[in-house]
């Protein structure tokens, strides 16, 4: 999963980041409205953390220019508290809404509820074929058994997880697993499908050569 | 409500309407009253003239008859004598009148004139032996009573008498008239005395040494006088009325536009700032005071927007510092974290916790500045020695960014804090470094006039664009946000060294150039905080006096 946060304060933007990552997710960052704006229009993000009081353009009108083009959900962090902000944050396309100051688990929480109401999946539960990703805990068991995945492994299940039933691209994997900074040259996504097979069998993911990959319901 | 503009007006309205029409009305009254007497007495006289005639020209001619043919008695018929008598009561008439007006009035000849006419039917029938009981120069119609009552009714009377009470001849509806007492100066004038008893007007007539009172009742014309005040009290009501529900309709129209302008102003909240009142329509004095108050809502507006634009600054200026905290200790609390990332995480807290410090710093001095708290302790300084001072700590900062700082320092004494001063520098100072080019420069320069002292301080930084310059003196107003925050600048320098520089009564001015360049300029008066401080002490101390002299 990759999530862009827009945050003019470095250490804020770094802790966030930082918290992110640790949850596995591929974290982009930009520190001013107009790199924001470009970013979250160049790639598609699964979740993107905003702030509002941004240099150069500003989050209300990030937000407005975003929406013309991406349906990405948008949670907005900020020291704006009072209600006619949130009012207007919602209403301008936002999906959820934060004020600083925040508990990082609670952050993280709303990310994960985000992108699954994203992926239409409103359970954090998934369960396919005997494959249960519980996305709150992000651990997986088969067949009741918990298995050990590494970060990139656990993401790249719940990535096709959430698709089931649908084609996910190569791109697709790229994008949404690797952040701006990873060296996708060291992470080939062939590695990772090949130790997942290993480990929850090598059935649960259908190669479409040429195409991408697939988890079938 | 009866407190009201409009009750007031309307009251004032009725008074003045009220007071109109009984003025008016009593007026009509009077003049309608004196009209009516004056009939009255018009009526009477012609009565009189009518009963003098009747008795004289009838008593004459009796007298005449009686002398002249003892036996003979008048002829009952009437159309047979009719030329003869018209003809000797006119000589009769002419005869008399001529004596008359020898002594009496000449109204009386007038009057004598149409006399004859209504006494000729009467005077037949009149027994001679009768007129001769009179006194001797009197020759009475003893039938002509009757025939005034005929004529004129029961209400009208006379009384024929002598000044001694002797009454002569009455009529018979004059059975109890008091006689006046009279004491008549022959020579006088002769008398026309006009009485009223009750409901009787009466007028006493003299001719010679014989009187004739004249009277009748007046009730029917006082009840009809009566009437016509009754009805013009009726219309008066009616006008006082009209005039009341139109001058209450009116005062309706007058206080609408208030009514307006007073749900318009009720309806404007702190939370609905945007309304303002309707100054469509004709220019009346009203529309001005509604565009007053438009200015009013207009600048109660502007002050409360920057005023939530400052709290909402104010909050975003330490959440965020807090969120950074909060978030860096929850971080490294997750999980088993090696010591140097702790280190770290440490690191950047402190330097958070600092930033609050300094922006509720900031905020503390700039509550003071407003709330007149701050006290400044102000001495002699010069402001040259301070800004040398500020210059020499702060040098390093712009060595590192291998600026120059070039100093111009004239000796310039003035009365002001010098701590005030000095922040006030050094703010400049930092500005000036902060928004400059690597290699750049920085000029300050002190001078003294013969009031004032000129704190000067230029850069050849990046400038400042015309639109935000208004601004910069704002409370948390930045020109590059990203910018300002990576140097550590909260947006409030410039706020607080424009309220020290005001509080010693001088100005704070900038000239910038987007091409480059920024010159900031402060004017202090020499004697400036004193002034200001006499200023603010004689404030308190016209008060005080006017609360004493108050109780006195």
């Known amino acids: 999963m990759r999530i862009l946060v827009v945050e003019d304060d470095p250490d804020l933007l770094f802790v966030i980041a930082c918290t992110l990552r640790e949850e596995g ?33 500003d989050g209300w009108s990030l937000l407005e220019r975003l929406r013309r083009s991406k349906a990405v959900p948008v949670l907005i962090l900020t020291a704006k508290d009072r209600v006619n902000d949130r009012v207007r944050g919602l209403d301008g396309g936002a999906d959820d809404y934060l004020v600083k100051p925040f508990e990082l688990t609670e952050l993280r929480a709303r990310l994960r509820a985000l992108i699954r109401r994203a992926a239409g999946k409103s359970h954090p539960v998934i369960d396919v ?53 990873d060296d996708s040259l060291s992470n080939l996504v062939e590695v990772h499908v090949s130790n997942v097979r290993k480990k929850l069998g090598r059935e649960f993911i259908t190669t479409r050569r040429g195409h991408g990959y697939l988890v079938r319901i | 409500m009866f407190r009201s503009i409009r009750w007031t007006l309307q009251m004032w309205h009725a008074a003045i309407l009220a007071t109109v029409l009984v003025v008016f009305g009593w007026v009509v009254f009077y003049l309608m009253r004196v009209t009516t007497y004056q009939q009255i007495d018009a009526n009477l006289d012609r009565m009189a003239d009518l009963v003098a005639a009747g008795l004289r020209f009838s008593g004459g001619r009796q007298r ?74 009197f020759e009475l119609n003893e039938d002509f009573p ?152 207009d600048r109660l507006e502007s002050a409360f927007s920057q005023q939530v634009r400052f709290t909402a600054d104010a909050s975003h200026e330490l959440r965020t510092p807090l969120a950074v905290i909060l978030s860096h200790a929850e971080l490294a609390l997750d999980k088993n974290r090696p010591a140097n990332e702790l280190r770290e995480t440490i690191e950047t807290c402190r330097r958070s916790a600092l930033r609050m410090k300094t922006v509720v710093e900031s905020l503390l001095t700039l509550a003071r500045f407003d709330s007149g708290e701050l006290q400044l302790e102000c001495r002699p300084v010069d402001l040259s020695r301070i800004a040398g001072d500020c210059a020499a700590l702060i040098r390093p900062l712009a ?19 010098p701590d005030r001063m000095s922040q006030v520098v050094t703010n400049l100072l930092t500005n000036a470094i902060r928004y400059n080019h690597d290699d750049g420069r920085v000029v300050m320069t002190t001078r003294s006039s013969k009031s004032d002292v000129v704190l000067s301080i230029s850069d050849t930084g990046i400038g400042i664009g015309p639109e935000h310059l208004p601004h910069i003196f704002e409370r948390f107003y930045r020109v590059d946000k990203a910018r300002s925050r990576k140097d550590g ?20 001015a900038v000239t910038s150039s987007e091409q480059g360049g920024t010159q900031f300029e402060v004017r202090l008066p020499k004697r400036g905080a004193l002034v200001a401080a006499d200023a603010r002490e004689s404030e308190q101390g016209r008060l005080e006096p006017l609360a004493m002299s108050a109780k006195g």
């Open chain 1, 25 to 57: 997710y591929a974290v982009d960052t930009a520190e001013d409205g107009d790199e924001g704006l470009f970013k979250a229009t160049s790639w598609d993000y699964d979740a993107i953390v905003l702030d509002i009081m941004l240099p150069k353009l």
């Open chain 1, 129 to 181: 074929k005997g494959v249960v990703i519980d996305t709150r805990s992000r651990s997986v068991t088969r067949n009741g058994v918990e298995v050990e995945l590494t970060a990139r492994e656990y993401a790249l299940v719940e990535l096709l997880a959430l698709h089931a039933g649908r084609l996910v691209t190569r791109t697709m994997i790229y994008e949404h697993l690797y952040g701006e900074d």
């Open chain 2, 64 to 137: 005449r008859s009686f002398r002249q043919n003892d036996v003979v008695r008048p002829e009952p018929n009437v159309a047979n004598r009719d030329g003869a008598a018209n003809k000797a009561a006119n000589d009769k008439g002419r005869d008399r009148a001529a004596t008359d007006s020898k002594e009496t009035a000449g109204n009386e000849t007038a009057r004598s004139v149409p006399a004859p006419q209504v006494t000729q039917g009467e005077t037949p029938g009149l027994p001679g032996s009768q007129g001769r009981r009179g006194p001797p120069n």
């Open chain 2, 146 to 297: 009757k025939f005034f009552e005929d004529e004129l009714g029961t209400t009208a009377y006379f009384v024929l008498f002598l000044g001694d009470g002797h009454v002569l001849l009455k009529s018979t509806s004059a059975a109890d008239v008091p006689l006046p007492e009279l004491h008549p100066e022959p020579h006088a004038a002769p008398l026309r005395l006009v009485r009223q008893r009750g409901n009787l007007r009466e007028i006493i007539y003299q001719r010679r040494r014989d009187y004739l009172l004249v009277g009748r009742s007046i009730e029917s014309d006082v009840a009809a006088l009566h009437e016509r005040a009754w009805v013009l009290a009726g219309i008066s009501a009616a006008v006082l009325a009209a005039g009341l529900i139109g001058g209450f309709w009116f005062s309706g129209r007058v206080i609408k536009p208030i009514a307006t302008i007073s749900a318009t102003a009720a309806e404007i909240s702190l939370s609905n700032l945007s309304r303002r009142i309707d100054v469509s329509g004709t220019e009346t004095e009203l529309t001005g005071l509604a565009r007053t108050l438009n200015q009013m809502i």
């Open chain 2, 399 to 417: 060595e590192k960014r291998r600026i120059t700082m070039e100093l111009d320092l004239e000796s310039a004494g003035l009365i002001a804090d």
């Open chain 2, 489 to 508: 600048g909260i947006g409030l320098g410039l706020a607080i060294c424009k309220s020290i520089v005001e509080a010693h009564g001088g100005q704070i």
